[in-house]
């Protein structure tokens, strides 16, 4: 069982950056796959970023790569977002995401994934 509770969300400018973090209540150790997914108003939920088990393996959505990095602590039961050289077309509700069991892959879909968080709610404005 995982409980997944996001934060770290709130309002910046265009070209700040934000920290989200993930936290994994459900387990004392940390071992399944992670991920970070957003849905603006009226837009479909679309993949951000995901990071393996061990925190080996990374993968980016285009839009992000280069400004959007990953990253773990098993230690702690948390995964991260750090979000650089934000833009407006940021602006979403991001949701951490977690899968059931462990892979040594990135996993991109949202079929990937058996937990969601809450959501926490990223505005970017001009």
């Known amino acids: 069982q995982v409980q997944l509770v996001e934060s770290g969300g709130g309002l910046v400018q265009a070209g700040g950056s934000l920290r989200l973090s993930c936290a994994d209540s459900g387990r004392t150790i940390s071992s399944n796959n992670k991920g970070w997914f957003r849905q603006a108003p009226g837009k479909e939920r679309e993949f951000v970023t995901a990071i393996s088990w061990s925190g080996e393996a990374t993968a980016y959505a285009d839009s992000v790569k280069g400004r959007f990095t990953i990253s773990r602590d098993n230690a702690k039961n948390t995964v991260y977002l750090q979000m650089n050289s934000l833009k407006p077309e940021d602006t979403a509700v991001y949701y951490c995401?977690?899968?059931?069991?462990?892979?040594?892959?990135?996993?991109?879909?949202?079929?990937?994934?058996?937990?969601w968080g809450q959501g926490t709610q990223v505005t970017v404005s001009s």
């Open positions: 995401a977690a899968t059931r069991y462990s892979s040594s892959r990135a996993l991109r879909e949202r079929y990937d994934y058996n937990y």
